[in-house]
């Protein structure tokens, strides 16, 4: 926030102030949620595998390294197409949409979730944690990183062309991850990664454009852009608001 404050890449509305209590306490919310499922996400695993059931990682004796960099890349292959179902599911897209409707993209952005979507997220990604039964540091180290990346790429800052494009090829950059929150659907409906961009680029929904461009394109949706929406208790309603469809665009200019 520090960062961006100094040197925004986009002007900065006059709200901003009251973005970002409300952003932020809705992430004090999402975290109390998430909090208050986690012991009995502990007691399902439990049950489902016992106490001491070892994982694939365990059983293969992968060595902390090798197990932090296979839980990265399963762990990030599951969010990508997991990222996509938001998009594509109505249902989960009604839900995601709180995330998307900021008008304007910052770190606070980072965590602007509904807590329907950090509970799904986290019943998602249990079977694969389950699965592969890395050890708690390598969970750690991951969610770490993953917290450290979302908040970066939701700054309203820039590398600068020469080093973002250096970068995005290995880690999800501001330019990169704003082109996903622009208000055009062919390029809201793209770059869905939130740690490693590899996912897009094979799957062909890499999409980019000049930093330039990016100055003024119009962030957030056609829908639900008042004042009022940014609101906690309005934020926590959206997902069962009516709305306006979404629409049809043409497909995305691909990176």
């Not at 986690?38 to 197990?67: C, F, R, T, Y």
């Not at 998602?124 to 389950?130: H, N, R």
């Not at 540091?137 to 973002?164: C, E, Q, R, W």
Request: aromatic share 10%.
């Amino acid at each position: 926030m520090a960062i961006e404050s100094l040197w925004p890449l986009r002007a900065v509305s006059g709200a901003s102030v009251w973005r970002w209590i409300n952003n932020l306490a809705l992430t004090v919310v999402d975290y109390a949620f998430l909090l208050g499922i986690s012991p009995w996400l502990a007691l399902l695993v439990v049950n489902l595998v016992g106490i001491e059931n070892p994982g694939l990682l365990d059983k293969a004796g992968a060595s902390p390294w090798v197990s932090f960099i296979v839980v990265l890349f399963c762990l990030q292959f599951a969010a990508y197409w997991l990222h996509r179902a938001f998009h594509a599911i109505p249902v989960l897209w009604r839900i995601h949409t709180v995330h998307h409707c900021d008008p304007e993209v910052d770190a606070t952005t980072a965590n602007r979730h509904h807590p329907l979507e950090l509970i799904l997220n986290a019943v998602a990604m249990l079977p694969v944690v389950v699965i592969l039964g890395p050890d708690p540091v390598s969970i750690l180290g991951y969610n770490v990183l993953a917290a450290a990346v979302a908040v970066m790429s939701h700054g309203n800052f820039t590398f600068g062309p020469k080093l973002d494009k250096l970068l995005r090829l290995f880690i999800v950059t501001p330019n990169f991850h704003r082109m996903h929150h622009s208000s055009e659907r062919q390029y809201t409906d793209s770059n869905y990664a939130t740690v490693l961009p590899v996912f897009d680029y094979v799957f062909g929904t890499a999409t980019h454009l000049p930093v330039e461009q990016q100055k003024t394109m119009q962030l957030g949706l056609l829908y639900f852009r008042e004042m009022k929406f940014a609101r906690l208790d309005q934020m926590l309603l959206i997902p069962f608001l009516p709305r306006k469809t979404r629409g049809q665009q043409s497909s995305p200019k691909r990176a």
